[in-house]
T-cell receptor, first 112, second 113 residues
Framework: QQQVKQSPQSLIVQKGGISIINCAYENTAFDYFPWYQQFPGKGPALLIAIRPDVSEKKEGRFTISFNKSAKQFSLHIMDSQPGDSATYFCAASMDSNYQLIWGAGTKLIIKP | DAGVTQSPTHLIKTRGQQVTLRCSPKSGHDTVSWYQQALGQGPQFIFQYYEEEERQRGNFPDRFSGHQFPNYSSELNVNALLLGDSALYLC????????????FGPGTRLLVL
């Protein structure tokens, strides 16, 4: 019930394309769903986060789509750039300041 | 404004030894959370400190302990190190109120031989 399942494990996208990463959860008590970006040798950095009362949130080229009934959420990166190459993690929590339950990560490579 | 800082950046220990990792939170933050990230995996929550007390704890043995100081900085202590404790240890800081976003430091890479 505490798991967050993330797919795919790795993803290669051409420059300018759309990158899509998916996550699924089981615990309906989760109330906060962030996405983090991590570069090698660095700590995770918050990209964008959503709560279940909205179905979509957009910040620049990054969009979270949220499907409460399916217990799924996804990250879309529009116009993907080589600088977006990193590992992306979804997470879930009962509050943004509560323990985060993380997915296993997706290694994204953007080919020039 | 300094972000979350952690020390040391890298550490090598042998099995059975003890280690102390340190974290200074982002300015204005009063809550510190610790996570363990094994290679190729997502972080796992260890515990969270607020007002110098352990407020939440994940599924980690008692060998993992912590402390928070009056200036909100924190230490993570691991006793009787095992090979499996080799990981990146991440510290995150936030405000203690609900909806405080967690900001992460660069981590301490621990290798146990």
């Amino acid at each position: 019930q505490q798991q967050v399942k993330q797919s795919p494990q790795s993803l290669i996208v051409q420059k300018g394309g759309i990158s899509i990463i998916n996550c699924a959860y089981e615990n309906t008590a989760f109330d906060y769903f962030p996405w983090y970006q991590q570069f090698p040798g660095k700590g995770p950095a918050l990209l964008i986060a959503i709560r279940p009362d909205v179905s979509e949130k957009k910040e620049g080229r990054f969009t979270i789509s949220f499907n409460k009934s399916a217990k799924q959420f996804s990250l879309h990166i529009m116009d993907s750039q080589p600088g977006d190459s990193a590992t992306y993690f979804c997470a879930a929590s009962m509050d943004s300041n509560y323990q985060l339950i993380w997915g296993a990560g997706t290694k994204l490579i953007i080919k020039p | 404004d300094a972000g979350v800082t952690q020390s040391p950046t890298h550490l090598i220990k042998t099995r059975g030894q003890q280690v102390t990792l340190r974290c200074s939170p982002k300015s204005g933050h009063d809550t510190v959370s610790w996570y363990q990230q094994a290679l190729g995996q997502g972080p796992q929550f260890i515990f969270q400190y607020y007002e110098e007390e352990e407020r939440q704890r994940g599924n980690f043995p008692d060998r993992f302990s912590g402390h928070q100081f009056p200036n909100y900085s924190s230490e993570l202590n691991v006793n009787a190190l095992l090979l499996g404790d080799s990981a990146l240890y991440l510290c995150a800081s936030s405000l203690g109120r609900r909806e405080g976003t967690q900001y992460f430091g660069p981590g301490t890479r621990l290798l146990v031989l």
